[in-house]
């Protein structure tokens, strides 16, 4: 077998990524995720410090981890829906103006943190 199982659960992710570098589109999204990250979530989160939330950083380690789709799909419902208990007891409120692609853009985008060196969102 050519990749690990690790690698292999974490293809989605790469091939998101590298669509980011290549892909013209794929950037102007970023571009997209990044108004929404900044005008939604920041309040609560930061990239490395807690807020009211955790750490942007801190989410994408926890979640790294796990089968790449699965977990994209678990963020993306915890964005929409909101979570309670997860991080302390602070619950984090549903984000209803948020649709399903950009809550999905979002979870890749904070799953991209893992191995990232990125200091703050510009």
């Not at 789709?69 to 302390?88: A, D, F």
Request: aromatic residues 8%.
């Amino acid at each position: 077998m050519l990749y690990s199982v690790s690698w292999a659960s974490h293809l989605p992710l790469v091939v998101f990524c590298g669509l980011m570098i290549f892909n013209p589109a794929a950037k102007a999204d970023t571009v997209a995720v990044m108004d929404i990250v900044q005008a939604q979530c920041l309040s609560c989160h930061q990239m490395d410090r807690k807020r009211v939330g955790p750490p942007f950083r801190e989410i994408a380690q926890r979640y790294a981890q796990g089968p790449a789709q699965e977990t994209l799909t678990y963020l993306q419902r915890q964005i929409q829906q909101g979570s309670r208990g997860n991080w302390g007891a602070i619950p984090m409120p549903a984000q209803n103006r948020i649709s399903v692609q950009q809550a999905q853009a979002i979870a890749a985008w904070l799953l991209s943190l893992a191995n990232s060196s990125t200091k703050e969102i510009s």
